[in-house]
């Protein structure tokens, strides 16, 4: 007997901040204090001292963030928060959903090159 969902518990337990989220922490600091009271205080190491932002985990002591902040993990997330998060356009866009507003630079277009005509393949 055991638990039939293990691996998804596993899974949710570590589960972290999307970087849209730590980028919004980064820019409001409302923002970040939303979900630091989203968390009690009595459950965190060191009753939520020391925490690092942009890896969003808290630390039991200054020692431990002061390390945490040399280390490599700690440099990778800083590197991939300098990149501007996707917007919902650029999703639709990689899927192939756009607005198409037929402006006049689509009508030259559609004009030069009817879409009933077959194109010939250069071979």
């Not at 190491?45 to 993990?73: D, M």
Request: aromatic letters at 4%; charged letters at 35%; one cysteine or more.
């Amino acid at each position: 007997m055991g638990v039939e969902a293990r691996r998804t518990i596993t899974k949710t337990r570590r589960k972290t901040r999307d970087l849209d989220q730590i980028k919004a922490d980064l820019l409001s600091p409302k923002h970040l204090q939303q979900y630091k009271d989203t968390k009690a205080t009595e459950d965190l190491p060191a009753l939520g001292q020391h925490y690092c932002i942009e890896c969003a985990k808290w630390f039991e002591s200054e020692t431990n963030l002061v390390q945490h902040t040399r280390g490599k993990p700690h440099k990778r997330k800083v590197k991939e928060l300098r990149d501007d998060p996707y917007t919902q356009k650029e999703a639709e866009a990689a899927v192939g959903l756009r607005t198409d507003n037929k402006g006049p630079a689509m009508a030259r277009v559609a004009a030069e090159r009817p879409f009933d005509q077959e194109m010939e393949m250069a071979t």
